[in-house]
């Protein structure tokens, strides 16, 4: 799996995200947050962005290569 969007745009790294930061996911999630800037929170399971009435947590969004996050752009 690729560590770049098909625009070219590199995938946000799990590794450099921290709650507080702000992330844009692309229009490719069906559970509500397609296009969206969110704000990553943490808890005891880890890092994660609200999603409706659950938390999505990033590690679901890991690429092959364990760091990148498919979808999910580190907003400006």
Not at 3 to 18: V, Y
Not at 24 to 37: A, E, P, Q, V
């Amino acid at each position: 799996m690729s560590t770049h969007s098909t625009d070219g745009r590199e995938w946000a790294k799990l590794s450099a995200l921290k709650p507080g930061d702000k992330v844009l996911t692309d229009s490719g999630f069906s559970c509500g947050m397609s296009n969206k800037t969110l704000t990553v929170q943490v808890d005891d399971l880890g890092l994660f962005v609200p999603c409706g009435r659950v938390n999505h947590y990033l590690d679901g969004q890991l690429a092959d290569d364990g760091d990148h996050l498919v979808g999910i752009w580190l907003a400006a």
